[in-house]
């Protein structure tokens, strides 16, 4: 498939009706942001011109992501107005066609996908829906008022795909509310044929919806498993050391630590993160930090060691491997770790778009021996498990 078909995913909403304060389409699913499976989706149907609209405040999310030939914009107050802005960052290089797709369904399918994509040959917007089959109720009050006839109703679905320059001359000059790109469309006088939709293409908004998700995957691993597929998992080790000089504070797994010295390196010499960078360069067989970011390379002088562990973590997902889950133990007579081993698994996970429950950081003294003992310097043990999506 060429760039002559592009795929804006939109994801700047805020809901929250999954039952947390995170927006939906961050909620993670095995161990991964919904929005992971659903550019997944989209590249394993052949797509590879992406524009991924996101909230503003959401901007620096995007680094949790494999950002293989995905433009990244930011999304607007509305739906429409997020469309709009993907629209026009497409059109000084326009496709032919354009797909606009839900950030929230990570489930569907090369076929409904192709479905669309085969319709447009002859059609200016098509769209792919489920017919209603079950009874419909009007009620109030809890009671039901009345039946509604379901006879050539449909249950829409994404990705709705259209001619570029048909859509985006419609959502330019489109005022006022619409339900979705197929009714701005319409509104333009532009006919809509309805494809095939697919039960699985759900869209996640309640805590159920992510509990049915969680055994969709749990069931493809399963059946990958039966038909003898080897699982492909990869562990990591790493291993790092700095030591104290001038300064206040040390860097310890993302989280500034009080201290009365300062750990020393060409970086901010965040002995946890580098440790923890190398195991999961040591599972990808990718060497170290040192070969990906040179310490006689001077733009890496006083680096935050999160560009690197966002590196590191970018890179297995390019790979096609999510992380299972990681471990940091932090070897040091001062400053003491535990008040903050905590603070450290948040900032950690936030860097790498894993829950923290997949994050262990702990601590341990050398019994006063070694450099460790003499209070010379901190080292980090880190381990990495590492399996392909």
Not at 32 to 39: F, G, N
Not at 88 to 103: F, S
Not at 348 to 376: H, N, P, Q, Y
Request: hydrophobic share 45%.
């Amino acid at each position: 498939m060429t760039d002559a078909i592009a795929a804006i995913i939109v994801a700047a909403g805020r809901g929250t009706r999954a039952g947390s304060s995170l927006p939906k389409q961050w909620h993670l699913l095995s161990g991964r942001p919904v929005l992971a499976h659903t550019l997944d989706a989209l590249r394993n149907a052949g797509l590879a011109r992406l524009v991924l609209v996101l909230h503003p405040d959401d901007l620096d999310r995007a680094s949790a992501l494999d950002l293989r030939g995905v433009q990244v914009v930011a999304g607007g107050a509305t739906r429409i107005q997020s469309v709009r802005a993907a629209l026009d960052a497409l059109a000084p290089d326009p496709p032919d066609k354009v797909l606009i797709h839900d950030g929230a369904r990570p489930f569907v399918s090369a076929a409904v996908i192709n479905g669309v994509i085969a319709a447009l040959e002859t059609a200016t917007a098509a769209a792919p829906a489920l017919a209603v089959s079950d009874a419909l109720w009007q009620g109030a009050d809890g009671r039901v008022g009345g039946t509604v006839a379901r006879d050539g109703l449909y249950r829409a679905q994404t990705p709705q795909g259209f001619d570029f320059a048909a859509i985006h001359s419609a959502h330019r000059t489109h005022t006022g509310p619409a339900d979705d790109d197929v009714a701005i469309a319409r509104l333009a006088g532009h006919d809509s044929v309805i494809t095939q939709g697919c039960e699985d293409n759900f869209k996640l908004t309640y805590p159920a919806d992510f509990d049915r998700a969680a055994m969709m995957l749990r069931n493809k691993t399963e059946s990958d498993q039966g038909t003898g597929r080897a699982m492909d998992i990869r562990l990591g080790n790493g291993f790092d050391v700095h030591r104290f000089g001038a300064g206040a504070g040390c860097w310890l797994c993302g989280v500034l630590v009080p201290h009365d010295r300062a750990l020393q390196g060409h970086s901010d010499a965040d002995v946890g993160m580098h440790a923890l960078s190398d195991a999961i360069y040591g599972a990808l067989a990718e060497g170290d930090i040192g070969q990906h970011f040179p310490p006689s390379d001077p733009q890496w002088k006083g680096a935050a060691s999160h560009i690197f562990l966002r590196h590191a973590v970018e890179l297995a997902r390019a790979r096609g491997f999510r992380i299972g889950n990681c471990d940091v133990t932090l070897i040091c007579e001062y400053p003491k770790i535990g008040p903050h081993a905590q603070a450290m698994r948040h900032a950690l996970a936030d860097i790498m778009g894993l829950d923290a429950a997949r994050i262990s950081v702990k601590a341990t003294t050398s019994e006063k021996l070694g450099f460790t003992g003499r209070e010379e310097g901190i080292a980090a043990l880190a381990t990495a498990c590492l399996i392909a999506s």
